[in-house]
């Protein structure tokens, strides 16, 4: 009782509960507080770079990041705010939303992961995430692989970790054209990381992030797995 006659006589001074924000200052700006923050909308992380299915996920610190639930891939990372669902929420709403960026870096275009050989283009399939200490883990299929990556972004690195259920033919990690990924499972040959067929494989991939900057990279056309883009 005491504490709340407390809270009402001091209210006008006292800081907002964590989680809520302060409409006079925040507007629409989603905030990230001590906790991870998944928010689905449709998002522009450039003026050229929309992604529809975006899963957009704010860690905490100022680091967030965006995957593509309609390719299961990482599409962009960036440091500062989360995001500014002006857009989405305001007026008649339904448009993308903006990231709040003071550094973003988008990765090349093309899918990672490779099963059984390093060349062939796969075919994936998003089987949605889960949370594991509210950090959301995302599933996919690597042509009827089931992957599990967790995404974790720092002020200098972006680290992806994937766990393989079971694989009956060998798993490829096949870097992009600036080859910066390094594994402690193993080295990466000509920018490839190869791991044998088996159950229960578990591997991190580490890429240092641009300082200061923002850099986005060469678009590379999505080929399915038919060969028809």
Same mark, same amino acid.
């Given at each position: 009782?005491?504490?709340?006659? $407390?809270?009402? =006589?001091?209210?006008?001074?006292?800081?907002?509960?964590?989680?809520?924000?302060?409409?006079?200052?925040?507007?629409?700006? !989603? *905030? #990230?507080?001590?906790?991870? !923050? #998944?928010? %689905? #909308?449709?998002?522009?992380?450039?003026?050229?770079?929309?992604?529809?299915?975006? +899963?957009?996920?704010?860690?905490?610190?100022?680091?967030?990041?965006?995957?593509?639930?309609?390719?299961?891939?990482?599409?962009?990372?960036?440091?500062?705010?989360? +995001?500014n669902a002006t857009p @989405?929420?305001?007026?008649?709403?339904?448009?993308? *939303?903006? !990231?709040?960026?003071? $550094?973003?870096?988008?990765? #090349?275009? =093309?899918?990672?992961?490779?099963?059984?050989?390093?060349?062939?283009?796969?075919? !994936? %399939?998003?089987?949605?995430?889960?949370?594991?200490?509210?950090?959301?883990?995302?599933?996919?299929?690597?042509?009827? *692989?089931?992957?599990?990556?967790?995404?974790?972004?720092?002020?200098?690195?972006?680290?992806?970790?994937?766990?393989?259920?079971?694989?009956?033919? @060998?798993?490829?990690?096949?870097?992009?054209?600036? %080859?910066?990924? @390094?594994?402690?499972?193993?080295?990466?040959?000509?920018?490839?990381?190869?791991?044998? @067929?088996?159950?229960?494989?578990?591997?991190?991939?580490?890429?240092?992030?641009?300082?200061?900057?923002?850099?986005?990279?060469?678009?590379?056309?999505?080929?399915?797995?038919?060969?028809?883009?």
């Amino acid at each position: 009782i005491d504490a709340l006659w $407390a809270v009402l =006589h001091h209210q006008k001074s006292l800081p907002f509960p964590e989680g809520l924000a302060n409409t006079r200052s925040a507007g629409t700006q !989603v *905030v #990230v507080g001590n906790e991870p !923050v #998944v928010f %689905r #909308v449709a998002t522009k992380l450039t003026s050229s770079l929309q992604v529809d299915r975006a +899963i957009n996920v704010g860690l905490p610190g100022g680091n967030n990041y965006t995957f593509d639930a309609a390719t299961a891939r990482l599409r962009g990372t960036w440091k500062g705010g989360f +995001i500014n669902a002006t857009p @989405a929420w305001n007026g008649r709403g339904g448009k993308p *939303v903006n !990231v709040v960026t003071e $550094a973003l870096f988008v990765p #090349v275009n =093309h899918f990672p992961l490779r099963i059984g050989s390093p060349t062939a283009e796969p075919k !994936v %399939r998003f089987l949605g995430y889960f949370l594991e200490d509210k950090h959301p883990v995302f599933r996919y299929e690597v042509d009827g *692989v089931e992957v599990r990556e967790r995404i974790e972004v720092t002020d200098k690195e972006v680290i992806r970790g994937f766990s393989v259920a079971d694989s009956s033919k @060998a798993v490829f990690f096949v870097d992009d054209e600036d %080859r910066k990924y @390094a594994s402690p499972t193993g080295a990466l040959e000509k920018g490839i990381l190869r791991l044998p @067929a088996g159950k229960n494989l578990a591997f991190e991939l580490r890429r240092p992030l641009p300082q200061g900057k923002t850099t986005v990279k060469a678009s590379l056309p999505w080929v399915a797995a038919s060969g028809k883009q």
